[in-house]
């Protein structure tokens, strides 16, 4: 019986942090994924280049993903240093929210941007077509092993945050 109640609570709590996470990404990774795609493409079309094309799609998923996150946290940081000095506000927004993204993102992005992200972006639209489907496949295997890094440095910004640090 106590098996099958801590089972059941353990399961809550995945779905918790499932759903916590999902709402944390999601909006970003559709931007990345739309803007990603639309680079991709159009780098394709006019050049015919996997190179390029990933190249560009990687560029592309940066802003999209990236622009989302940026201004999302400086938004929060104005709210929450709204009633300091500009000079000191502007310094503190700035400074918050880089060192929430570095936490957060920075491992995650050095293992996708250097070993994971290029070579399937490049690799597997070439195995499987048409180019845009492949590189949606190729966009999103390396996204699900990004997550895992991401989410790892989320809830370790949230610890360190809930430290006062």
Same mark, same amino acid.
């Given at each position: 019986m106590g098996l099958q109640y801590n089972h059941s609570m353990n399961s809550e709590k995945a779905r918790r942090k499932f759903k916590e996470?999902?709402?944390? %990404?999601?909006?970003?990774?559709l931007l990345g994924t739309l803007i990603a795609s639309v680079f991709a493409y159009l780098a394709f079309s006019h050049s015919h280049s996997y190179i390029i094309a990933a190249t560009s799609g990687f560029v592309g998923e940066g802003i999209g993903f990236y622009g989302y996150f940026i201004i999302s946290q400086l938004l929060t940081n104005g709210r929450a240093y709204k009633s300091m000095p500009f000079v000191k506000r502007i310094a503190s927004i700035i400074s918050k929210s880089s060192t929430n993204l570095i936490i957060e993102f920075a491992p995650?992005?050095?293992i996708d941007n250097l070993f994971i992200r290029p070579f399937l972006m490049f690799y597997v639209p070439q195995h499987i077509k048409p180019y845009a489907f492949g590189f949606i496949v190729g966009k999103l295997l390396a996204?699900?092993? /990004?997550y895992v890094f991401a989410i790892v440095g989320y809830e /370790?910004?949230?610890? %360190?945050?809930?430290?006062?640090v």
């Amino acid at each position: 019986m106590g098996l099958q109640y801590n089972h059941s609570m353990n399961s809550e709590k995945a779905r918790r942090k499932f759903k916590e996470w999902f709402r944390r %990404y999601f909006v970003a990774e559709l931007l990345g994924t739309l803007i990603a795609s639309v680079f991709a493409y159009l780098a394709f079309s006019h050049s015919h280049s996997y190179i390029i094309a990933a190249t560009s799609g990687f560029v592309g998923e940066g802003i999209g993903f990236y622009g989302y996150f940026i201004i999302s946290q400086l938004l929060t940081n104005g709210r929450a240093y709204k009633s300091m000095p500009f000079v000191k506000r502007i310094a503190s927004i700035i400074s918050k929210s880089s060192t929430n993204l570095i936490i957060e993102f920075a491992p995650a992005e050095i293992i996708d941007n250097l070993f994971i992200r290029p070579f399937l972006m490049f690799y597997v639209p070439q195995h499987i077509k048409p180019y845009a489907f492949g590189f949606i496949v190729g966009k999103l295997l390396a996204d699900s092993l /990004f997550y895992v890094f991401a989410i790892v440095g989320y809830e /370790f910004k949230k610890r %360190y945050q809930a430290k006062g640090v």
